[in-house]
C-alpha cells in the first residue's frame, strides 16, 4: 500500500502569514497548443516540505547537499494528539529513524486557526532525538517550533531534515514503514 504524506498543491494551499500566495496558471491547452501545461510560482516553504539546515544557519547544508539516502528509511509515526508541547517516550526510536508526530493540527490546515496554536517539540524531545541519531523529524503543522526557532537550529545543527506539513499521519500512527521522501 503506498500512503501520500503531502497536501495537493492548489489555489486553496494555505501560505504562511507574510508570504506570497501561490499563482497557477494555466499556460497552454491541448485546444489551442496541442497540450496542457501550467505555471507555477511558489515559496519554498510552501505545502508539504523539507527544511534544510541552510534555511536557517548561514553555513547549512541545502538538500542537494545530502546523499539520496539521506531521504529514504524506517518511519515511526508517534501518537503526540492534544499535546501544545510534545514531548513523549522515545523508546521506539532507533538510530537512522525517520520520526514523524501525529498532533491533528493539520485538520486546520484551510482554515483561520492553522497558523496559531501550533504543538511544539520541545527542547528535550529535540535533544533526545538528536541523542537518538534519527536522520529526519517531521509533523502534521507547519513547524515544530516557533521564533527564535531553537529547535529548528537544534535539528540543523546536527543535520536532522525538518518535514512540515505532513497528511495522512492518522492512518499511520504506532507503525513502521519505508518512506521515499
Not at 511558489?42 to 536557517?56: E, K, V
Request: hydrophobic share 40%; proline share 4%.
Amino acid at each position: 500500500m503506498i500512503i501520500d504524506l503531502s497536501i495537493s498543491i492548489d489555489e486553496n494551499t494555505p501560505t504562511f502569514p507574510g508570504d506570497p500566495k501561490q499563482e497557477i496558471k494555466q499556460q497552454a491547452t491541448i485546444e489551442k497548443d496541442g497540450w496542457n501545461e501550467k505555471r507555477l510560482t511558489i515559496n519554498s516553504h510552501f505545502s508539504t516540505h523539507i527544511d534544510a539546515p541552510f534555511h536557517m544557519l548561514e553555513s547549512g547544508k541545502k538538500l542537494t547537499d545530502f546523499p539520496i539516502e539521506k531521504f529514504i528509511g524506517e518511519v515511526i509515526v508517534l501518537d503526540v494528539r492534544n499535546k501544545l508541547e510534545i514531548e513523549i517516550n522515545l523508546e521506539k526510536v532507533k538510530a537512522n529513524d525517520i520520526v514523524f508526530f501525529y498532533t491533528g493540527h493539520i485538520s486546520k490546515v484551510y482554515s483561520n486557526q492553522y497558523f496559531k496554536n501550533n504543538p511544539v517539540i520541545t527542547k528535550i524531545t529535540a535533544q533526545q532525538l538528536i541523542d537518538k541519531k534519527i536522520k529526519i523529524v517531521g509533523l502534521d503543522s507547519f513547524s515544530p517550533d516557533n521564533e527564535p526557532y531553537e529547535v529548528h537550529k537544534m535539528f540543523f545543527k546536527h543535520e536532522i531534515l525538518i518535514v512540515e506539513n505532513l497528511i495522512n499521519l492518522d492512518k499511520l500512527v504506532g507503525k513502521r514503514f519505508m518512506c521515499y521522501i
